[in-house]
Each structure stands twice: as C-alpha cells, then as structure tokens.
C-alpha cells in the first residue's frame, strides 16, 4: 500500500478516535465546502433565516438555542430534528426541549431551498450552524466564520437530551462541569449564556427563584416577574430574560446579573461570589470582548464531534432519515 492510500485508510479512523474525546477533526470541515457543489449555499441559508426573524424577532434566540441543544447532544449532527419514529425516540421529546425548543420548521424551510438548487448536498446540520450565525447577526450580534462539512445523523438520543443538557437550576459547579465535558470552558461557559439576552423563559422555569425571597434576587425585580407568573398556573407564561433590552444582542445581560437580575437561577449563579464573577464584570464592562468571546466559543461549540465524510449522510428532509 502506498503511502497516499494508507494515509486516506487510516485518516478517518483516526477522526473517529478523535470525536470520543470532544476533539473536532478540522481537517475534514473547511470554509469553502460547498464552493463548487453548492456555491450559493450560505446565501440561500441566510435569505431564508433573515426572512423567519423578521416575522418574529423572537426566532433569532430561538435557532441559536436549538444549534446548542443539537451540539450538546450526540455533537453537531441535526439529530435535535429527527422526528419520533418506530426506531427512533426524539431528542424533541426530551424533558429540556419539550414544548420548549423551536425553529425546526425554519431549519426544515431553509433547507428545501437549498434542496431545490443543490439537491442532496448540504446537510441539516451545516444548515442548523450557519442559522445561529446569521441569526445573532440580524438582532445585533456577532459574526463569526462557519466551517462547513457536517454531515447528519441517522440516530438521536433522547436519553443524552436528558441528561447532557445544562438544567435552568443548575449551580455553577454543575455548568462548568457540564461545558467542560463538551471541551469548553468557563470563560466558553459564560460567553455562551450571554445568548440570554435574547429570548423569554417559561414561567415554571422560573417560579421558584421570584418567590424566594432570596438575598441574589431583587426585590423589585422579583415582583415584577411576579406579575405574569402566579404562584399556581400559567406555567407556560413567557418573560424575557432580558427585561431591558429583550429584542437585541449586548451586554445587557451581565449588567443585569451584577444587580442580581438573572431570570434563571443558572443565569445569576454566574456572578454569585464564585469563580465566573470576574467574567460577568468584565463582559460587562466591555461588549467588544464579549461579542469576541461570544464568537469564539460558538464556533468551538460548533464543531463538538462533527460527523464528517462516510459518516453519517445528507438528510432530503431534516426530520426524517433518508
């Protein structure tokens, strides 16, 4: 076997090897992926998410919470999109994402015309991480620049949605646990929960940290919360995490934890006297080195065990295998 040949048998293997230890294989994802096979591909994608957001601003939020409960799940291979099957049960189902999670009819839109220039090119999954880049960009938010090459999955995991998935009640221990465990750390950790300055919450999620009384939550703060969400029902009443500023990407949202503003309780357990405090004050202080930040980890989260080459395949319809 010549060199050349044993390189290319052995490559793959050595990528799977790899993605078991979080380790992107970079290798097999590049920028200009779909330059000849689908040259317009990123366009289209954008057009299509830039539509969506601006019939509900609210969707901008959304997607990029769906392209991190994908990533933190099996990696970034759009198995968040499969739909329950005989074979399959659905990461949709899972207790964080259940009646919680949207955006997938604006994945499954973006992708049918894509569908129509290229048929059969362009994964779910690159389609899932380029929406939560143009996404932050149409509300304010950073840019960053996409690796493409992912391919989609044939199997979701319900089981690994319930468990991997970051709780709204965890502490900070727990959630740098829970990033480092994906190979991201704090400073990745904080950085990404800066995307709750977008987006609302479900009053259950929340109840129990307004009527606390504790010494992290403010008062006046905590009774206008109040407001929507009663003590019993209204469990699905929405509030933003973002009282200030709520429709657009900044800094906000740490200046509200230092004044123990934070919704939820994982939201304000990041500046609570613990390890993360100097990050909230620093992003803070300066929206230029959060929105680099920001950036950054969203491309290292974007590329957590990528299925790439033979593995896993090109979906005609995101919800549903081949």
Known sequence: ?????????????????????HVPCEAQLSFTFYDRTCPNATAIIRASILR??????????SLIRLHFHDCFVQ???????LDETSTIQSEKTAFPNVNSVRGYQVIEAAKREVERVCPGVVS?????????????????????NVKLGRRDSTT????????????????????ISSFANKGLSARDMVALSGAHTIGQAQCFLFRSRINSN???????FASIRRRQCPQTGGDA?????DLVTPNSFD???????MQRKGLLQSDQVLFSGGSTDSIVSEYSRNPRVFASDFGNAMIKMGEIQPLVRRNGIIRRTCSAIN
């Open 124 to 144: 779910c999954a690159d389609i899932l991480t380029l929406a939560a880049r143009d996404a932050s960009v149409a509300v304010g938010g950073p840019s960053w």
């Open 251 to 257: 800094n906000n949202y740490f200046k509200n934890l």
């Open 214 to 220: 504790g010494t992290d939550i403010d008062a006046r």
């Open 75 to 81: 990696g970034c291979d759009a198995s968040i999109l």
């Open 1 to 21: 076997m010549n060199t050349f040949n044993f390189f290319n048998t052995l490559f793959p293997i050595f990528c799977l090897l790899l993605s078991l230890f």
């Open 52 to 61: 969506a957001i601006s019939r509900e601003r609210r969707m901008a939020a």
């Open 237 to 241: 009443n929405l509030a933003p995490l």
């Open 156 to 175: 979701a995991s319900r089981s690994q949605a319930n468990t991997d998935l970051p709780s709204p009640f965890a502490g900070v221990d727990a959630l």
